[in-house]
Structures are given as C-alpha cells and as structure tokens.
C-alpha cells in the first residue's frame, strides 16, 4: 500500500492526500468495475498542472479535492483512462454541470474522453447528482457519471470493520465526523477507537501513520479533549509497546499543531464563509449586512450546517429563519 508518509503540514486537503497515496485502493473500494480494467503495472500519472489549466473559472479557489489521474488499461489498444475524481462535501446545484463542463474540457485538450466519477461526502441522503442533461432544438445530450453516497455506508458498518482496504478507515473516519458534530466527548471516543483499529489491523508504520493524519484532521478535538485522547493514546501504544504515533512523530506533530492550528482553522473558516456566501447570494439574492453580520460569527460546524439547509432557501426569510434557529 503506501510507500510514503502523508505530512500532516501540506498545503493540499487530507481528502486528496489520502486519495493520492492510495488510488489503487480507492478504486477497489468505491469503484471496482473501473478497478478492473486498469494494468496496475504501469505507472499512475497525477495530472496536476493540466487540471489547473482545466477547471472551470467559477469553481477556482473553491475546496474541492479534484484529482485528474492517466492510467493505462489492461485489454485492448493502449488507451488510457482519465479519471476525474470530485470530492463533494456541501451539496451544490450546479454540481452536475461542473463535471460536464470538466469532461468536456479533459476531451479537448487531450482528445481522450474521461470517466467521471465522484465521491459524495455531504449530510444529504436525497442528494444523489448523476446526470447532466440539456435539449435544444434538434439537439439532446445527455451526460451521466458514476458517484458513491458515504452515508450509505452508515448501515455496512461491520462490513467496514472487517475491510483491511485503507479507505474502510477514511469512510468510517467521515462517518463519525459527521454523527459527533455536537457531541465532542463522543467523538475523541470514536478517534481512540478507530486508532486502536489501525494498530491491530496489521498495517505496517507507515500506513497507520498516514491514516492517522486523515483520522486526525476529520475528528478534530476541542483543546481539552485533544489532549486527553492523546494521554489515552500514549497509555495505549505504551501497553502494546507500538508507539508508532506519540514517539518522535508526535514532537514534531505537536509542534506544529500548536504553531499553526488557530491560523489553518481562521484560513479553513473563511474558506467556509466565502463559499457558503457565494451558494446564498444566488440562491436568494443580495445578503444585507445585519445578516452578514450573523453568518460573519459563526462557526465552522454552524457553517457546514448552512451549507447543506440553504438548498432549501427560497428568501431571505428563510436564511433568517435558520439563523434563529441557530441558538447564536
């Protein structure tokens, strides 16, 4: 599996680290039909500069963990597949159209068409983009792509369990974010218990601390909290005589955390804010600054929430209706 530690200091998403350190993997979990008709054998390209080149001027700056990857199939001419990855976390209208307006643009360059494929990771079961379709006279088209729903997998929790695939961690890592957002002390239980999970999962080094990086970043801890879970990791790792991550890992983690982590979360927030007031400003106009004002001082978590009830909004009473609801 992974050859290479994930630093938890980069600048890219852990979502995209963690694809690019186990691609082979993420296929054969969430796709193995494309798993298949790939010859592993060949290298993996990760087309980084070329999807800059690509992506849709609206979509610049947003955070999206896009991942344009050229791999070499296994049966017949030396065709190679461009495989669009999209990691969604807040549900966005104009979603299907943006893998369109990529797929078109993955053909022009490279007179190759791609296959499309995204990973779902917001809180709404119904919202499940598949398909961009458009009519004109004398004209049709109709653009499907394949996607997975990480809620679905709330209800294949034991089969998760009993995957040795690394992205069974990532999806059970998601998971807990998403069910711990108000209960904290739930969720550094949660984060012992996963961890644990890795030490007895046969991983070599390297891989327990990559998925630790992951597990870490989505379940992150109140400072409190934080260093309790991290008492009880070290009692653990010292019991099995493992300490993989609280030896000489953890100074320079710790270092580095604490210099940087209330300026990545201010970064992280506005990042948050900026999106969600672009999402509203098209859904229901024009924001007047009292309610700017409101949404300014929330937080992330608040944030996330907003993100996934605006698709509702049809007014501004709306977006205040929630605001009130909020408990600010």
Known sequence: MGNETLPPDEQDSPWKKVLRLYFR?????FFPEIAQVVDWTKPIEFLDKE?????PTAVMGKRY??????????????????????????PEKGFAKRIYTYSFRIFDYFDHHATSIA???DGKPHWRPSHYNVTQPGTTLNFEFSTVK???????WAELERSQNPFAWVVM???????????????????????????????????????????DWILGLPKALERKFWQELQAYEEERKVPYI?????????????????????RSLERERSLILRQLTRKVGAVPDHILDRINALSIEHLESLGEALLDFESIEDLTNWLNNQGE
Not at 51 to 55: D, N, R
Not at 175 to 201: A, G, N, P, V, Y
């Open 173 to 215: 890592a998601h998971l807990k974010m998403q069910e711990t957002r108000r209960d904290k002390l739930s969720r550094k239980d949660w984060k012992l218990r996963l961890i644990r999970s890795l030490h007895e999962s046969g991983y070599n080094k390297t891989d327990v601390l990559n998925l630790f990086n992951f597990i």
């Open 150 to 156: 990480l809620l679905d997998y709330r209800d294949r």
């Open 119 to 121: 990973i779902l990771c």
């Open 25 to 29: 993997e993420a296929l054969d979990f």
């Open 65 to 90: 963990a896009d991942q344009l990857v050229k791999l070499h199939r296994n049966q017949g001419p030396d065709i190679y597949l461009l495989i669009h990855v999209e990691i969604q976390a807040v």
């Open 246 to 266: 609280t030896s000489v890992e953890r100074i320079g983690y710790d270092r580095g955390k604490i210099e940087g982590q209330m300026e990545e979360a201010q």
């Open 51 to 55: 999807l800059l080149k690509l992506a």
